[in-house]
């Protein structure tokens, strides 16, 4: 099956600075990547559908302009969150599949805002 | 849209068996997904119904019933490995998955 690799795992950054997260699918050209985020004992929630070569469709109450999604390439998907609060620590993980076939996710990266 | 109800917390005992029920409202799917999740780490698949009745894979079963907008996931011989949250979640053709909230599931000896 597909291999989906995301980086960082971890990664602590100071309130107002911006982090950038990584999504590769390194075995399969994937048009479509999805970015969910998932706050303690919560559920994955979907924040954006990532579309190579066009603009990422975001679900209602994530704002776009916070969470900046680059998709320019069939193997590489980036998540930037933009002046992190510390509202904004919470476990993000992407994925690619659907249309028929299985759902391969990343590792997830775990934020923290100080 | 789509509602999504199963329990917050369920335990149970080594070698034992446990039913997480799932109920759902939605206008349409493809198939309802069971994934495994342990905190802090990405969810792991478990089973993968379409069609109405059950899927057996291993210690896991998984059980679909579209008219009724129910599905369970039913796992044996509990090993202390099974302790972690269980996500009913629902396929749409082509577009992310929507996960329920999920059931802690805790396994002791």
């Known amino acids: 099956g597909a291999v989906v690799s995301q980086h960082p795992s971890r990664v602590i950054c100071k309130s107002g600075t911006s982090v950038k997260i990584e999504c590769r699918s390194l075995d399969f050209q994937a048009t479509t990547m999805f970015w969910y985020r998932q706050f303690p004992k919560q559920s994955l929630m979907l924040m954006a559908t990532s579309n190579e070569g066009s603009k990422a469709t975001y679900e209602q109450g994530v704002e776009k302009d916070k969470f900046l999604i680059n998709h320019a390439s069939l193997t590489l998907s980036t998540l930037t969150v933009t002046s992190a609060h510390p509202e904004d620590s919470s476990f993000y993980i992407c994925?690619?599949?659907?249309?028929?076939?299985?759902?391969?996710f990343g590792s997830g990266t775990r934020l923290t805002v100080v | 849209g789509q509602n999504i109800d199963q329990p917050t917390e369920m335990t149970a005992t080594e070698g034992a068996i446990v039913q997480i029920n799932c109920t759902y409202q939605?206008?349409?799917?493809?198939?309802l997904f069971w994934y495994q999740q342990h905190a802090g780490e990405a969810p792991t698949f478990l089973s993968y119904n379409v069609l109405d009745g059950l899927e057996e894979k291993g210690r896991f079963s998984s059980f679909l019933s579209r008219s009724k907008g129910y599905s369970y996931l039913l796992l044996k011989e509990l090993q202390m490995k099974d302790s972690a949250s269980y996500l009913c979640t629902l396929n749409q053709a082509g577009t992310a998955l929507i996960f329920g909230k999920g059931t802690t599931l805790s396994v002791s000896s």
């Open positions: 939605t206008s349409g799917f493809n198939g």
């Open positions: 994925s690619i599949g659907g249309g028929g076939y299985g759902y391969t």
